[in-house]
């Protein structure tokens, strides 16, 4: 068994969201000077916000998905 391989489960990819919408809010203050302004997002901040989010109320994962595995 390799070191560098593992499963992924559904805490870690929360985790990973977690850090990047942390990284995105900061970003945005980052760039706009306020962190909740109403500046428009960029379409690369427009693109983590939209692909980390996912509806509670469907089954995770979708049918069908395996968690990556690393290696």
């Given at each position: 068994?390799?070191?560098f391989r593992r499963?992924?489960?559904k805490k870690d990819?929360?985790?990973r969201t977690y850090r990047?919408?942390?990284g995105l809010e900061d970003a945005y203050a980052i760039r706009t000077g306020d962190p909740?302004?109403?500046a428009d997002l960029t379409?690369?901040?427009e693109t983590v916000l939209f692909g980390v989010g996912y509806d509670q109320a469907e089954t995770y994962p979708p049918a069908?998905?395996?968690f990556p595995k690393r290696g």
């Open positions: 068994m390799s070191i499963s992924e489960s990819d929360d985790a990047l919408l942390e909740c302004g109403d379409p690369f901040e069908g998905h395996t």
